[in-house]
T-cell receptor, first 112, second 111 residues
Framework: NAGVTQTPKFQVLKTGQSMTLQCAQD?????MYWYRQDPGMGLRLIYY???????DKGEVPNGYNVSRLNKREFSLRLESAAPSQTSVYFC???????????FGQGTRLTVV | KQEVTQIPAALSVPEGENLVLNCSFT??????LQWFRQDPGKGLTSLLL?????REQTSGRLNASLDKSSGRSTLYIAASQPGDSATYLC??????????FGDGTTLTVKP
């Protein structure tokens, strides 16, 4: 029972490099989310997808893009990484927006 | 803008003690409140979810209460164990599905 799977678990990027964080869920959930977690700032929503084919900005979308590839997969892309994007990134999913959310194990990203 | 505050930021107790973690929120127009556990270097695991129409939820040694009118929730842990050591986060969700998280309380239970 995999739940929400994120890849990679760790990544080090140089400033200006690009990368895509992958997320997949096997619970047939409609809604998927990308958060970042920073010390003293809690979890902040970057983007979310209420259903397949839709995406919306969250609280801190600048510097990121997302793709809801299909119902299972929701990717987060950093086009030109900056040190301010050093963080732990979590993907989450829920059956619909207002019910229990399930989280992946996180991706620890360092931008140098 | 919804703000969620968790007090204390850190708590250390001896094994066996009962304890209460607090969560307060500024906008009472919520759909539900969820308590999570986060172990170091890991993701969030859902512990309890309370709908806005409910007053409390229980799971084993955990009991969460919700007072929507005063903007408060508590997580009660009975007979604490070293395995309960973790960071506990609360999150409130609006009718539109937007969730706001607190910064968490880091609990250490000493053997």
């Amino acid at each position: 029972n995999a739940g929400v799977t994120q890849t990679p678990k760790f990544q080090v990027l140089k400033t200006g490099q690009s990368m895509t964080l992958q997320c997949a869920q096997d619970m047939n959930h409609n809604s998927m989310y990308w958060y970042r977690q920073d010390p003293g700032m809690g979890l902040r929503l970057i983007y979310y997808s209420a259903s397949e084919g839709t995406t919306d900005k969250g609280e801190v979308p600048n510097g990121y893009n997302v793709s809801r590839l299909n119902k299972r997969e929701f990717s987060l892309r950093l086009e030109s990484a900056a040190p301010s994007q050093t963080s732990v990134y979590f993907c989450a999913s829920s059956l619909q927006g207002v019910v229990e959310a399930f989280f992946g194990q996180g991706t620890r990203l360092t931008v140098v | 803008k919804q703000e969620v505050t968790q007090i204390p930021a850190a708590l250390s107790v001896p094994e066996g003690e009962n304890l209460v973690l607090n969560c307060s929120f500024t906008d009472s127009a919520i759909y539900n409140l969820q308590w999570f556990r986060q172990d170091p270097g890991k993701g969030l695991t859902s512990l309890l979810l309370i709908q806005s129409s409910q007053r409390e939820q229980t799971s084993g040694r955990l009991n969460a209460s919700l007072d929507k009118s005063s903007g408060r929730s508590t997580l009660y842990i009975a007979a604490s164990q070293p395995g309960d050591s973790a960071t506990y986060l609360c999150a409130v969700t609006t009718n539109a599905g937007k969730s706001t998280f607190g910064d968490g309380t880091t609990l250490t239970v000493k053997p």
